[in-house]
């Protein structure tokens, strides 16, 4: 019976061994599909996020040349007025002037949108990368490797307590079956002398008996020898 759980505890630690190293290589395998999904998903943020900034600069720069021409068109429509009527002096420079410093001024917020685009583009690409490092530790956390050593000492512990125990029940079985072998032993020594009792009363009842019959022909005989004397006929002198 030992044996056979020893058998038993040896066949489940490797089954418990086998067990932690298939469920090592599952979480290896999702962690794997789990990084290529993140990695899949920053590229796509990343792609995302510059295809945004280019379409902004695209559109920023069709602002600026927007502004340059009409800025030119004003000025040339205001000179060209300005000769036909005639006009000429420090109004006329001061009207394009103004054209120019509108210009500028326009074409400044431009610049400063530009500007203000692209460092919000910065800061959301380093966002995004520091999301994808903290969702790759996330995903990639360390993987609880098979305990073999663990496994091995525990599995020998038990088995070793079931040998001592097997054992202890060898022993004991061993034990009982002296102390039955005394017992039998005890109980036909008894019934020997239970016989030499019965024997000895047999052979005591026999003696009495040879007494009581010896006691009876003793009696008999005495009765004859009395009945003998009385019959012989006595002669005078």
Same mark, same amino acid.
């Given at each position: 019976? @030992?044996?056979?759980?020893?058998?038993?505890?040896?066949?489940?630690?490797?089954?418990?061994?086998?067990?932690?190293?298939?469920?090592?290589?599952?979480? *290896? $395998?999702?962690?794997?599909?789990?990084?290529?999904?993140?990695?899949?998903?920053?590229?796509?943020?990343?792609?995302?996020?510059?295809? =945004?900034?280019?379409?902004?600069? #695209? *559109?920023?720069?069709?602002? @600026?040349? $927007?502004?340059? =021409?009409?800025?030119?068109?004003?000025?040339?429509?205001?000179?060209?007025?300005?000769?036909?009527?005639?006009?000429?002096?420090?109004?006329?420079?001061? &009207?394009?002037?103004?054209?120019?410093?509108?210009? *500028?001024?326009?074409?400044?917020?431009?610049?400063?949108?530009? =500007?203000?685009?692209?460092?919000?583009?910065?800061?959301?690409?380093?966002?995004?990368?520091?999301?994808?490092?903290?969702? /790759?530790?996330? !995903?990639?956390?360390? !993987?609880?490797?098979?305990?073999?050593?663990?496994?091995?000492?525990?599995?020998?512990?038990?088995? %070793?307590?079931?040998?001592?125990?097997?054992?202890?029940?060898?022993?004991?079985?061993?034990?009982?079956? %002296?102390?039955?072998?005394? /017992?039998?032993?005890?109980?036909?020594?008894?019934?020997?002398?239970?016989?030499?009792?019965?024997?000895? #009363?047999?052979?005591? =009842?026999?003696?009495?008996?040879?007494?009581? %019959?010896?006691?009876?022909?003793?009696? &008999?005989? &005495?009765?004859?020898?009395?009945?003998?004397?009385?019959?012989?006929?006595?002669?005078?002198?």
């Amino acid at each position: 019976m @030992a044996v056979v759980q020893i058998g038993l505890t040896i066949a489940s630690g490797a089954a418990q061994m086998k067990a932690q190293q298939q469920a090592a290589k599952a979480q *290896a $395998k999702a962690q794997q599909d789990a990084s290529a999904n993140e990695a899949k998903r920053m590229q796509h943020g990343v792609s995302s996020e510059r295809l =945004r900034s280019a379409q902004q600069d #695209t *559109a920023m720069a069709h602002e @600026a040349l $927007k502004g340059h =021409r009409e800025a030119e068109e004003g000025m040339a429509t205001t000179r060209v007025a300005a000769e036909e009527a005639g006009v000429e002096g420090n109004s006329v420079g001061l &009207a394009v002037a103004e054209f120019a410093r509108k210009n *500028a001024a326009y074409q400044t917020s431009i610049m400063l949108q530009e =500007r203000m685009n692209n460092s919000s583009s910065i800061l959301a690409l380093e966002g995004g990368g520091l999301q994808f490092q903290q969702n /790759m530790m996330r !995903i990639n956390k360390p !993987i609880q490797q098979p305990d073999v050593l663990g496994t091995l000492l525990s599995t020998a512990q038990t088995a %070793s307590s079931q040998w001592q125990a097997g054992q202890m029940q060898g022993l004991q079985r061993e034990n009982w079956a %002296s102390q039955n072998q005394l /017992m039998a032993g005890d109980l036909l020594a008894q019934q020997t002398r239970l016989g030499l009792a019965g024997q000895q #009363t047999l052979n005591s =009842r026999g003696t009495l008996n040879f007494l009581q %019959s010896q006691q009876i022909g003793a009696a &008999a005989g &005495a009765g004859l020898y009395s009945a003998s004397r009385l019959a012989i006929p006595r002669t005078g002198r």
